[in-house]
């Protein structure tokens, strides 16, 4: 089985920063495009950012300029640092993977999501 262990979200003031962290573990032959999605109360869950293996991003344009996704492809992690934060950058972030597991397939993951709160 896959997990997808997520980390580092919390409360800051509008401005601040936080890095968020991703952690794929399990029967993982590789690990293809990884990715942030949040979900804020009462709305639809939306897509922030992804990178692929090669390290190719794209971003919602709500967060270019602030926000930055990276990964680390030997310990399969991937982060999302995030800049300049407002309030409506409130949510729970989750992340997601594209992972062949070692017996030949490829599944998509969800990591169980961590609360990011923006204070004005």
């Known amino acids: ?14 401005g601040g920063s936080l890095r968020l962290s991703c952690a794929a573990s399990g029967s993982i032959f ?5 990715g942030w999605y949040r979900q ?16 190719n ?21 991937v982060y999302l640092q995030m800049n300049s934060l407002k309030p409506e950058d409130t949510a729970v972030y989750y992340c997601n993977a594209d992972i062949i597991v070692i017996i030949g397939h490829m599944y998509g993951y969800w990591g169980q999501g961590t609360q990011v709160t923006v204070s004005s």
């Open 40 to 55: 804020a109360p009462g709305k639809q869950r939306e897509l922030v950012a992804t990178i692929t293996s090669g390290g």
């Open 1 to 14: 089985q896959v997990q997808l262990v997520e980390s580092g979200g919390g409360l800051v003031q509008a």
């Open 30 to 34: 590789s690990v293809n495009v990884m």
């Open 57 to 77: 991003t794209n971003y919602a344009d709500s967060v270019k300029g602030r926000f930055s996704i990276s990964r680390d492809n030997a310990e399969n992690t």
